[in-house]
């Protein structure tokens, strides 16, 4: 196969089994050249096959309030909906278009995040709440903000990525949390391979798609984890509050920021 985001080919890198949730053994690619990693074995299953191993993986904790693969997941989320909030609040994010959560899962970042702001629309594939969006009822380029957390690891094709921010309005922003590091380790036993995660970025593969999607600039939270991608140049970002970056744990670069190594 060839890689979604700079279609060079992949290379064998290793395998992992994992004898749940229906998987035997799942091998794994790299890009030669952005070195971002693919579940191969993931990406090949029939969708039906796939929807199950979701279900079923998903299913193991939802609703007990808690995650083991993700322990911190709640706090995260707290934080991810103070920063955005603060940003908005700044100047930073555009507060009077709608925002999306795309991915949104039960919906508690959303909930969150409606209290001071007004409704967030919601949508998940495989979740369904009270008031979701069907599919057919996202508008391209419409959301002055799109959310998207713990989604982009999940998704199988390069269509699927650029589906999210294709909703994305030509003034708005792009919320990101995934896990982004310079390099991924060759070690079956890293605790990110789950079952349900297919895609593994890097700094380098994750600075070509916020080219592709025309992210001119960006700023990251680290105890967040959430990248912001605006599709203006830093300057004009934040030329109305230029102190938001004393605050601490908040990066702020051209392009795509390459905060983990």
């Not at 322990?71 to 920063?83: K, T």
């Not at 922003?173 to 890293?190: C, K, N, Q």
């Not at 990066?251 to 920021?257: I, M, N, V």
Request: aromatic share 12%; with cysteine.
């Amino acid at each position: 196969m060839n890689c979604y985001i700079c279609k060079a080919p992949t290379d064998h890198y290793f395998r992992k089994r994992f004898d749940r949730f229906g998987l035997d053994s799942v091998n794994y690619r790299r890009c030669i050249a952005c070195g971002t990693v693919y579940a191969e074995t993931l990406l090949q299953l029939p969708e039906e096959r796939w929807r199950g191993v979701c279900e079923a993986y998903h299913n193991s904790y939802r609703g007990s309030g808690e995650n083991p693969d993700d322990p911190n997941w709640r706090v995260r989320l707290n934080q991810q909906a103070e920063l955005l909030l603060r940003l908005a609040e700044n100047g930073l994010l555009n507060r009077a278009g709608p925002w999306l959560d795309h991915g949104c899962g039960e919906g508690e970042l959303a909930a969150m995040l409606a209290e001071r702001i007004g409704k967030i629309s919601c949508y998940d594939r495989y979740w369904k709440g009270d008031g979701y969006l069907q599919e057919a009822e996202l508008i391209p380029r419409h959301y002055s903000l799109v959310i998207s957390t713990s989604t982009l690891e999940h998704l199988r094709s390069r269509s699927s990525l650029d589906a999210i921010t294709g909703l994305i309005a030509e003034d708005g922003s792009l919320a990101l949390h995934t896990l982004v590091r310079g390099e991924i380790p060759r070690d079956p036993a890293w605790f990110y391979l789950l079952p349900v995660h297919t895609i593994f970025y890097t700094n380098k593969g994750m600075a070509k798609l916020f080219d592709q999607w025309g992210f001119h600039s960006s700023i990251y939270a680290v105890d967040a984890r959430l990248w912001i991608g605006y599709r203006k140049p830093l300057a004009e970002v934040l030329k109305q509050k230029p102190q938001m970056l004393a605050s601490p744990g908040l990066h702020a670069s051209e392009g795509f920021l390459a905060y983990w190594p």
